[in-house]
């Protein structure tokens, strides 16, 4: 079992910056692929960002990619999203999720065994 619990939303301009963190517990859970959804209010789970154990293979969605990054600290079992030049429409919850796989599905929400509670990042314009 792994549990997740996030950190470091808030509410920020268009154009600054936020970092999320996820921590992580459990046996194995430095072991695990982690990432990051958001979710809009009405739209679907939406992918962000993956890394995979090592932290050495990230994928970005497109409309991230450039302004994200996803990276892990395994020695304090925590997942980090760095979000720079954050637009409007990048309002959302924002959720970390784990798995003990990385595959080629790694976009995919149903992929993840194990998600936080999420946490609301508001971008004003």
């Known amino acids: 079992q792994v549990q997740l619990v996030e950190s470091g939303g808030g509410l920020v301009q268009a154009g600054g910056s936020l970092r999320l963190s996820c921590a992580a517990s459990?046996?194995?859970?430095?072991?695990?692929?982690m990432a990051w959804f958001r979710q809009a209010p009405g739209k679907d789970r939406e992918f962000v960002a993956a890394?995979?154990?090592?932290?050495?293979?990230?994928n970005y969605a497109d409309s991230v990619k450039g302004r994200f990054t996803v990276s892990r600290d395994n020695a304090k079992n925590t997942e980090y999203l760095q979000m720079n030049s954050l637009k409007p429409e990048d309002t959302a919850v924002y959720y970390c999720?784990?798995?003990?796989?990385?595959?080629?599905?790694?976009?995919?929400?149903?992929?993840?065994?194990?998600w936080g509670q999420g946490t609301q990042v508001t971008v004003s314009s």
């Open positions: 890394i995979n154990w090592s932290g050495g293979i990230p």
């Open positions: 999720a784990a798995s003990p796989y990385y595959s080629g599905n790694y976009n995919r929400p149903r992929s993840y065994n194990y």
């Open positions: 459990g046996r194995t859970s430095s072991s695990y692929a």
